[in-house]
């Protein structure tokens, strides 16, 4: 079943306390990104990677970091979290044939709490 | 990317046809509108696009209009499994999805 895997859902951490949301996906996608959603304000893009090692900044991404080592895998880092990282998080992927549409799948999404 | 604008809410009678409008009058040429929706809490879903003629799938069929300023989602016959946040995106690359607030369609029994 193509989908895209994201661990873990719930998470719940204190401030500066380093972590990394995984993301991985079975479909053999070039692009992957990150999404935040917050009431009021929608899903802002975070980070995006058009492929191995290649990875570059979207809408909000002061206070986090990403690595795209190898095409299935890309993970989220918080090196060190504020309360107003406080979100729901998702991982999208897609084929990135430019010029061509690509449908876009999602995580079911983390629900990360800084306190 | 172009801008869309869609009602911030609408109900449906289960059983009937959803008409969402998603207006979207600055868009380019080679730009695809695209309709996902979120069902609460959930990953955004796939639904449908097109760029100039109307397209229908399994799940719901897209009215573009001839001038392409503006479209409609049809959800032929709603389910009260279709409450969610449907979102009209407009774009031409694909690295990008740009979600603005969406519709919230409760569908009612």
């Known amino acids: 079943e193509a989908q895209v895997t994201q661990n873990p859902r719930y998470l719940i951490t204190v401030t500066g306390k380093k972590l990394t949301v995984t993301c991985s996906q079975n479909?053999?996608?070039?692009?992957m990104s990150w999404y935040r959603q917050d009431p009021g304000l929608g899903l802002r893009q975070i980070y995006y990677?058009?492929?191995?090692?290649?990875?570059d900044k979207g809408d909000v991404p002061e206070g986090y970091k990403v690595s795209r080592k190898e095409k299935r895998n890309f993970p989220l880092i918080l090196e060190s979290p504020s309360p107003n990282q406080t979100s729901l998080y998702f991982c999208?992927?897609?084929?990135?044939?430019?010029?061509?549409?690509?449908?876009?799948?999602f995580g079911q999404g983390t629900r990360l709490t800084v306190v | 990317d172009a801008k869309t604008t869609q009602p911030p809410s609408m109900d449906c009678a289960e059983g009937r046809a959803a008409n969402l409008p998603c207006n979207h009058s600055?868009?380019?040429?080679?730009?695809?509108v695209y309709w996902y929706r979120q069902i609460h809490s959930q990953g955004p879903q796939y639904i449908i696009h097109?760029?100039?003629n109307n397209e229908t799938n399994e799940m719901a069929s897209l009215i573009i209009t001839e001038d392409r300023k503006s479209s409609t989602l049809i959800l032929p016959h709603a389910t009260l499994r279709d409450t969610a946040v449907y979102y009209c995106?407009?774009?031409?690359?694909?690295?990008?999805?740009?979600f603005g607030a969406g519709t919230t369609v409760t569908v009612r029994a």
């Open positions: 097109g760029l100039k």
């Open positions: 999208a992927s897609s084929l990135g044939l430019l010029g061509a549409y690509t449908e876009a799948f």
């Open positions: 479909m053999n996608h070039e692009y």
């Open positions: 600055t868009i380019s040429g080679n730009e695809y």
């Open positions: 990677s058009m492929n191995v090692e290649v990875t």
């Open positions: 995106i407009v774009r031409a690359s694909d690295y990008k999805l740009s």
